[in-house]
């Protein structure tokens, strides 16, 4: 037996010697969970996900009971709703006006704000009628996220732990290594060296397991070919469940200390463990054995499939004529690559039969920072529009010090991105942030004015302008010339930009980019995943740039305001969610969603939903990226050498100096100057 992954469906037939049932698994299997190999059989993910998270911040800061119906409000609309208020039918479509009638007892919170003339965000009890000059901050829910991270990574072993911050709400743990450590302390058998010291040699079977207590567990149902049989657990069942027991002590932790409530997904990889923690909600968790991996998917549409919505899976529901996973399940992957390109088609093909081989990647937690603004009524100057990107500038700032280890040189973002809404086209510039001076508020401020005066100069149409956002992003270490997984995400532009040192923002659009593109990197671009995203822009009518990283941290959310802020990923069963509202709910609009059916109340509630389409795709392409490279690597067999980046994990939450003593916790100040 060869230590290559498992097969989809695993071969039933005991292995090993006459008379005497072997595991499936090799000693090799087993050694490689300790060095968290990401091809492991045996490997052990877990996703986990706060239930309605904002709302629950809410419920703690303000003390509210867990069976009291809260919703989170921005403006007029509701962006989180936790389950007591879910059972009467409020959903993120729902008006705060159509809300209470559903439930005249709803706790409507509204976000805390910054507001023009006052220095730091608030919870201010007229900020709904204030969507002219307020802005949204994210700032408490960000605070949470962070003491919630905290205690997650308190109660794993320092040595034995690899998490990855996935969004404001979620993360992710390869528990294979600490898994392994508890196997080996239960089983001492399996501390033997293998016989004839051959790690290939199959295990011997669990032998004190014949039933295995999965406690309160969701249990998905195994695979019917395995359902008829009655196998004995193997040492994967037994991994996972032991994975299971630490996520719910995991879980545990975080109720009893911080009070919150999260949702989890076990299973062999971060794709499986995702799908699980969506698949009952709130405070459960499932767990995906690996014999139950054909039945559990095949009850989803692959559109369903994290970053298997959007352009992509429309483009592969066409090719092929169908959504659903069962059909795909039949087309060879030669198919797949001709039709999706290489890397594309190879990865869907993987995807649909559960295999994931990504990571989980403790280094990186920001990939970029977003600050936006949906204007209502449009705005129509220059001057306008500066006294927002000053905002924004001061917005991002005080996060990159909070977040980001800019001010210890730690990390520093490489490039500077604008989107501007006018009509119905988005238009986006970027420019390479200046290595050469200090990174300040107002270098940034600086830059994206020299950024907006080019499009003003250049556009023959800015006016009115209905959304303006301004992220950053490529975050490197304090060292130069790391080009890393971040570069290959540059747009050629700004790669080239960088790479030859090109002081200022040299802006351009995505059609100047393409041809300066080395062919090389063209090939790789437009063969694979970035073409989704190009066709998405260009089918606005639009040139735009490709993701720097865009999205990862904060994406934009399709609230009814269009404040681009917002936790970045969001559930797959979302659309779901959204169309099931929509069906029985939303009221009936010509506003509809192409993308996803979804009627929202207003042309503004449509393009702010847009937006977080938009910023969904641009996240869900890096994931995809990241994957693509990540079974490369494998496939390479070059997974050792797999860049291990120099990067550093971002800075602990700092006080930032000279910030006067009455702030609430987690509070930051922006200098509007
Ligand atoms: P989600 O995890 O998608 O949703 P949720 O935590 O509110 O609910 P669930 O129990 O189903 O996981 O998003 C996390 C937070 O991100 C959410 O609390 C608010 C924010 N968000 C928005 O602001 N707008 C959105 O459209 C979505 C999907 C999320
Ligand atoms: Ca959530
Ligand atoms: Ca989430």
């Not at 002219?132 to 003491?147: A, C, G």
């Not at 406690?215 to 193997?234: G, K, N, Y």
């Amino acid at each position: 037996m060869s230590s290559s992954p498992p097969r989809f469906f695993r071969d039933s037939s005991p292995a090993g010697a006459p008379g005497r049932k072997r595991s499936q698994f090799t000693y090799r299997h087993l050694s490689q969970m300790a060095s968290y190999s990401n091809t492991c059989p045996l490997r052990v993910v877990a996703h986990l996900d706060l239930d309605a998270f904002y709302a629950q911040c809410e419920m703690v800061r303000l003390g509210t009971p867990p069976d009291k119906p809260l919703a989170v409000q921005q403006w007029q609309g509701l962006i989180a709703i936790n389950y007591p208020a879910r059972s009467f039918g409020i959903g993120r479509h729902c008006t705060v006006t159509e809300a209470k009638k559903l439930c005249p007892d709803l706790i409507s919170q509204h976000v805390a704000t910054w507001r023009e003339g006052d220095d730091k965000w608030a919870y201010r009890p007229d900020a709904a009628e204030h969507v002219v000059t307020d802005k949204v901050s994210l700032d408490p829910y960000r605070l949470e996220s962070r003491r919630i991270m905290a205690v997650i990574k308190a109660h794993l072993p320092p040595s034995l732990q690899k998490v990855e911050k996935a969004s404001i709400d979620e993360v992710f743990m390869d528990l294979s290594a600490q898994c392994h450590s508890i196997l080996l302390e239960r089983y001492p058998e399996l501390a033997n060296p293998p016989p004839y010291d051959d790690p290939t040699e199959q295990l011997p079977m669990p032998s004190s397991v014949s039933a295995l207590d999965w406690q309160a567990d969701t249990l998905v149902d195994l695979d019917d070919e395995h359902a008829s049989e009655l196998t004995d657990p193997d040492w994967d069942d037994v991994a996972i469940l032991i994975g299971s027991e630490i996520v719910r002590d995991v879980r545990a932790a975080v109720k009893n200390e911080l009070r919150y409530t999260c949702s989890a997904g076990i299973a062999r990889n971060k794709l499986l463990s995702k799908l699980g923690s969506a698949y009952k909600k709130p405070n459960q968790q499932t767990v995906v054995r690996g014999r139950a991996i054909g039945k559990f998917l095949s009850g989803f549409k692959f559109t369903k499939i994290r970053n298997l919505g959007g352009k992509l899976g429309e483009e592969v529901t066409r090719a092929f004529n169908t959504e659903e996973v069962g059909d795909l399940l039949s087309v060879p992957v030669e198919q797949l690559k001709l039709k999706l390109g290489d890397d594309t088609g190879r990865w869907v093909f993987n995807t649909i039969r559960g295999i994931d081989n990504s990571e989980v990647n403790s280094r990186t937690q920001i990939k970029s920072m977003l600050s936006a603004k949906s204007f209502r009524p449009s705005i129509n100057t220059l001057e306008q529009a500066t006294k927002w990107l000053r905002i924004f500038a001061a917005d991002i700032f005080s996060r990159l010090v909070e977040e980001g280890g800019v001010l210890e040189n730690k990390r520093r973002p490489r490039t500077m991105n604008l989107h501007f809404r006018h009509g119905t086209q988005t238009r986006s510039r970027q420019g390479p942030i200046p290595s050469g001076r200090p990174l300040d508020e107002e270098a940034l401020f600086d830059l994206a004015k020299a950024i907006f005066g080019q499009i003003v100069s250049l556009e023959s149409q800015v006016w009115p302008c209905s959304n303006i956002s301004l992220s950053v992003g490529g975050f490197e270490d304090g060292i130069t010339g790391n080009m890393g997984i971040d570069a290959f995400l540059l747009r050629g532009d700004e790669a080239h930009a960088m790479r030859a040192g090109r002081p200022q923002a040299t802006v351009g659009d995505a059609t100047v980019g393409d041809e300066e593109r080395p062919a090389e990197k063209r090939r790789r671009i437009d063969g694979g995943i970035q073409r989704f995203f190009a066709r998405k822009e260009t089918s606005h009518g639009v040139s735009h740039g490709v993701s720097n990283g865009l999205g990862s941290d904060h994406a934009a959310a399709p609230g009814k305001e269009g404040d681009m802020l917002g936790s970045s990923v969001v559930s797959e069963s979302r659309g779901e969610a959204y169309r099931h509202h929509a069906h029985h709910e939303a009221p009936i609009t010509a506003d509809v969603c192409s993308r996803c059916n979804v009627s929202l109340e207003s042309p503004e509630a449509l393009q702010n939903h847009q937006d977080w389409h938009f910023a969904k795709d641009l996240q869900d392409a890096e994931e995809r990226v990241n994957s693509t490279l990540a079974s490369r690597e494998t496939a390479a067999a070059a997974a050792a050498a797999a860049a291990p980046s120099s990067r550093t994990s971002a800075a602990a939450p700092r006080k930032r100096p000279g910030r006067p003593k009455k702030t609430e916790r987690g509070q930051s100040k922006l200098n509007f100057g």
